[in-house]
Nanobody, 124 residues
Framework: VQLQASGGGLVQAGDSLQLSCTGS????????IAWFRQAPGKEREFVAA?????YYADSVKGRSNISRDSAKNTVALQIDSLKSEDAAVYYC?????????????????????WGQGTLVTVSS
């Protein structure tokens, strides 16, 4: 599976941003998909994922939405009301089978395939 993330850039604090990730080589419609982010000097952290249902990190809960389009083999992440602390490189990832769709996978170790990352910069 090859993943290509896009949609990053320079945004104003308070604005919304939509990131997209397109997969090729294999359909990820039957796998957990996720977004992580990594700020300079920090560890990669979980943002949002989707198994049977979507689940989110507390830092973005209520102002973000993850969605998948199985027909197009894409996954999107929208974050509203952007804050300076949202600035990071965002990575999409594909992980465990949806046979365990009820489980929430929040660790990078649970994901096998990764996109190259897209940089989000937030200006105040």
């Amino acid at each position: 599976v090859q993943l290509q993330a896009s949609g990053g850039g320079l945004v104003q604090a308070g604005d919304s941003l939509q990131l997209s990730c397109t997969g090729s080589g294999r359909s990820f419609s039957r796998f957990h998909i996720a977004w992580f982010r990594q700020a300079p000097g920090k560890e990669r952290e979980f943002v949002a994922a989707m198994g049977w249902v979507a689940y989110y990190a507390d830092s973005v809960k209520g102002r973000s939405n993850i969605s998948r389009d199985s027909a197009k083999n894409t996954v999107a992440l929208q974050i509203d009301s952007l804050k300076s602390e949202d600035a990071a490189v965002y990575y999409c990832a594909v992980g465990k089978s949806l046979l365990n769709g009820a489980h929430a996978y929040r660790s990078p170790r649970d994901y096998t395939y990764w996109g190259q990352g897209t940089l989000v910069t937030v200006s105040s």
